[in-house]
Nanobody, 124 residues
Framework: QVQLAESGGGLVQAGGSLRLSCAASGRTFSIRFMGWFRQAPGKEREFVAAVSWSGGTTDYAASVKGRFTISRDHAKDTVYLQMNSLKPEDTAVYYC?????????????????WGQGTQVTVSS
């Protein structure tokens, strides 16, 4: 099993920045990909960004490309999401997820482990 714990959410004005962190514990050696997803009220959970645990290859949703950066720190078993130029439409609960299968997928149903989520609110 892998346990994930997010931190770093909060309230920020439009145009501001936040950095989310996700610390993994347990069988972290089994992780192949880490991702961030978000869910706004009344909407389905959507993909934000993902990173391969070993090689660092990244993938982003079109809506955040150029504004968000995902990175990982192997020594700390932690993945980060740096969010810049935030917009009110970025308001959501952000979830960290891990996938332990070797083939990449950005489909949220293909991620095995999930954190509890952290609220990000962007005011206009």
């Amino acid at each position: 099993q892998v346990q994930l714990a997010e931190s770093g959410g909060g309230l920020v004005q439009a145009g501001g920045s936040l950095r989310l962190s996700c610390a993994a514990s347990g069988r972290t050696f089994s992780i192949r990909f880490m991702g961030w997803f978000r869910q706004a009220p009344g909407k389905e959970r959507e993909f934000v960004a993902a990173v391969s645990w070993s090689g660092g290859t990244t993938d982003y949703a079109a809506s955040v490309k150029g504004r968000f950066t995902i990175s990982r720190d192997h020594a700390k078993d932690t993945v980060y999401l740096q969010m810049n130029s935030l917009k009110p439409e970025d308001t959501a609960v952000y979830y960290c997820a891990a996938r332990n299968y070797p083939l990449y997928s950005s489909n949220n149903s293909h991620f095995n482990y999930w954190g509890q989520g952290t609220q990000v609110t962007v005011s206009s």
